[in-house]
């Protein structure tokens, strides 16, 4: 039997969100469960993330988990066709019909007023989609903390760690960043670093979490903490250029945001959007 409720899940790369409503999108409840990008994770994994984000939802509204009329799964890491497979046996078990699209999909849907323009994700990973006025989209960034992930926490992390071990080697400037990350890990000297950052390793949101302390010493005025924001900022600005030209998206361009990274962080909202401006890009609304 097919229940007539509808399910709708955000998963991302630090937590995935679901909520259970009915057909005429009343939520009755909400779940919550860990990340959700099988590229850093693992299928079975990410599976493992559906099911008890769904669960709880189903056990907040006080209903019996069963399967539901239609679900609607925005994922990070979902771009390609090749990806959507790895999702479709899970979704044919739930529903009787659903959509899987990037986790940025919803956010343009959601954050711009017409369907159209730019959506920026700058969280753990970071991306760019975009949509014309014609329905034609384009994307840059989202290749992976690998490859890409220019501007997301995860890179933000990673460069502040990197000029951790460059401060200390006396090959570059000094940083309050040392004493705050060391303090957030509760390590006595740099060099535990190594251990601490290989011996797991560490996850991709743990380091994307010492954006926190980035944005805490560019504003006590840490000239490296500062260029570290300065150049995440452009990168996510690079992004977003490279999509309003290839979709030929005319000033102003609505603009969505998401991802903590970047809607927490002040330092870095005022470099991605004092570069744009320099770019020449006016987005206007920014949603989200």
């Known amino acids: 039997m097919v229940a007539d409720l509808i399910v709708g899940i955000d998963g991302g790369g630090s ?3 679901a909520l259970l409503a009915d057909t ?9 469960a860990g990340r959700s990008n099988y590229h850093a994770i693992g299928r079975e994994a990410a599976l493992v993330a559906l099911d008890t984000a769904l669960n709880a939802a189903f056990t907040a ?3 019996e ?25 899970w979704l044919a078990a739930h529903a009787t019909t659903g959509v899987i699209v990037s986790d940025a999909r919803l ?4 954050g711009t007023p017409d369907d159209w323009g730019v959506a920026v994700i700058g969280g753990t990973g970071s991306i760019v989609i975009g949509r014309d006025s014609a329905g034609r989209e384009g994307r840059s960034g989202g290749w992976g903390y690998l490859l890409g992930d220019e501007g997301s926490g995860f890179a933000i992390g990673l460069s502040a760690l990197r000029a ?24 006595s000297s740099p060099t535990q670093l190594i251990q601490q950052v290989y011996r797991t ?18 504003q006590q005025e840490d000239a490296v ?50 570069t744009s401006a320099t770019l020449g890009m006016q987005l206007d609304p920014i949603g989200l």
């Open 201 to 218: 390793p560490v996850p991709t949101q743990a380091i994307a979490a010492l954006t926190q302390w980035v944005e805490a010493a560019a």
């Open 61 to 63: 509204a006080q209903i």
């Open 164 to 187: 951790i071990a460059r401060s200390v080697d006396r090959r570059g400037p000094h940083t309050r960043l040392t004493e705050m990350i060391l303090a957030h890990w509760a390590l």
């Open 24 to 32: 005429a999108g009343q939520v009755l409840g909400r779940g919550h």
């Open 107 to 110: 956010v343009l849907a959601a």
């Open 225 to 274: 903490a500062q260029a570290i924001l300065t150049e995440a900022g452009r990168e996510l600005a690079l992004m977003v250029q490279a999509v309003v030209r290839r979709l030929d998206l005319a000033n102003p361009v609505p603009c969505a945001v998401a991802g903590g990274a970047l809607l927490n962080g002040a330092g870095l909202k005022r470099a991605w959007r004092t």
């Open 15 to 17: 937590k995935t969100l």
């Open 65 to 89: 988990p069963q399967r539901v009329r239609a679900i609607g799964l925005g994922l990070a890491g979902v771009d390609r066709p090749i990806d959507r497979a790895v999702f479709e046996p």
